[in-house]
């Protein structure tokens, strides 16, 4: 047993309380941008942000190339050898810097279409315009921030974090109020582009931040090793996004834009408290587990992790199931109340999804690519599929209702999968 002392001096609740304070700044910069964007543009604008976020996801991940959760794992793994280091940083810093420039063109010369589809009207072309100028600046930031995760730096990834955070909700509230809904769009696209400035900045007098090290010759080995996580996150960043585009569609279809808005708005909920835990994943987590090659180890590393986030993710749950009128008074306005008959399903869902994530993110930090690809595929189907399901015998709740059934599926699918691990002694 893990003594509460022993989890007080541990590193996984150091790095939890110091992804708090910046998940903390964030989740104040993001409830003042959705407290501006709900007031402002409503729950038919509030879908189409969805809309518009689901496709910057996709094309972000595919613009570098899908190797950032790579990154962080062979970071964290030759930190202290300089010549691997040097060809893996190299590699990838190449990789991101060809792909999200290509992607960003053909985006800029797809900008009628997209537009068309994604936000259901032609014009808004410019916003994709402004996304593929932005993306090779998002993703070059995303690969450095990927680096200072690798090498466990975990206050100057904190102190970028919240700057991005700061940033964002300045330059998101600032274009909002002057360019209403098209504000808004725009910002959703851009905000992340602008921190890369800053990050240069701050990141200058490290000693990988040199030539040397971020553009070395192409090696076979070096992306061999990063196919396997851009496929991973590849296959992540299309199915999660496009199952929700879907579902959206689908309940503007059989509804309207409103009710979309308000399962969007569930979602943004979720996003928000969730974050402390995922980020936690991210910075500490996924590199540790990365780190650890005996078995014994890494079913410590799992147990210490339900032990110290289950608790917490219980009562937090709890808490703000309880206190929902007054979550969607704060966040929201008065014409978003209805959405408080979506927290039921939506917390039982979040609390299965995260039990299940402390598991699958083994898959990511072992490489165990195959597995990791057909899950996710599988899931994403079985979410759509649920969805059509339930919304068809119990209205906008079946979403939610949906997400919960998924994610329980998922859980058992995990212990089943890592049962050596968990309980062979």
């Known amino acids: 047993m893990i003594t509460f002392k022993r989890l007080k001096s541990s590193n996984l609740l150091k790095v939890f309380s110091l992804t708090g304070i910046s998940t903390l700044i964030k989740l104040i910069t ?13 729950p038919s604008g509030i879908a189409l942000i969805g809309q518009l976020q689901n496709f910057t996801t996709v094309l972000i991940t595919l613009g570098a190339g899908g190797i950032n959760n790579g990154v962080v794992k062979y970071v964290a793994e030759n930190k202290e050898s300089e010549n691997s280091l040097r060809k893996i940083l190299g590699n990838g810093f190449k990789i991101t810097a060809y792909l999200s420039a290509l992607i960003g063109l053909i985006i800029i010369f797809l900008s009628k279409y997209l537009s068309r589809f994604i936000l259901l009207d032609d014009g808004y072309y410019y916003v994709f315009i402004f996304f593929g100028i932005s993306l090779f600046f998002i993703s070059i ?51 992340q582009a ?50 929700q585009l879907i579902i959206r569609r689908f309940l503007i279809h059989e509804y309207s834009m409103v009710d979309a808005g308000y399962w969007e708005s569930m979602n943004k909920i979720s996003g928000l408290y969730l974050m402390l835990f995922t980020s936690t994943f991210s910075v500490y987590y996924l590199p540790k587990l990365s780190e650890i090659n005996e078995q014994s180890r890494l079913k410590h590393e799992i147990l210490k992790a339900y032990k110290i986030f289950t608790p917490i993710l219980f009562i937090s749950l709890v808490i703000i199931f309880l206190l929902k009128d007054i979550v969607i008074s704060i966040l929201f306005t008065k014409e978003f109340f209805p959405v408080k008959e979506l927290f039921l399903w939506q917390l039982l869902g979040d609390f299965f999804k995260i039990m299940s994530w402390i598991l699958a993110f083994v898959m990511v930090a072992k490489s165990m690519s195959k597995i990791y690809i057909i899950t996710e595929i599988l899931f994403s189907i079985l979410y759509v599929g649920l969805t059509y399901f339930f919304v068809k015998q119990f209205g906008v709740v079946g979403a939610t209702q949906a997400y919960f059934m998924n994610y329980f599926i998922y859980f058992i699918t995990m212990i089943i999968l890592f049962k050596n691990i968990l309980f062979k002694k």
Do not use: H
């Not at 993001?30 to 409503?42: D, E, F, H, R």
């Not at 900045?201 to 080995?221: N, P």
């Open 194 to 243: 602008v921190v890369v400035f800053f990050t240069v900045i701050y990141i200058r007098k490290l000693k990988w931040f040199k030539k040397e090290f971020l553009w070395s010759s192409w090696e076979s080995g070096i992306l061999k090793k990063y196919a396997y996580y851009s496929f991973m996150a590849i296959v992540t960043a299309i199915t999660v996004p496009v199952a």
């Open 141 to 191: 930031n995303n690969f450095f921030l990927s680096v200072l995760n690798g090498y466990k730096e975990f206050r100057k990834f904190v102190i970028t974090n919240i700057t991005i955070s700061i940033l964002g909700l300045i330059f998101t509230v600032g274009l909002v109020s002057i360019f209403n809904i098209k504000g808004a769009l725009i910002a959703t696209v851009s905000y």
């Open 30 to 42: 993001s409830y003042i941008t959705v407290k501006v964007l709900a007031a402002v543009i409503g």
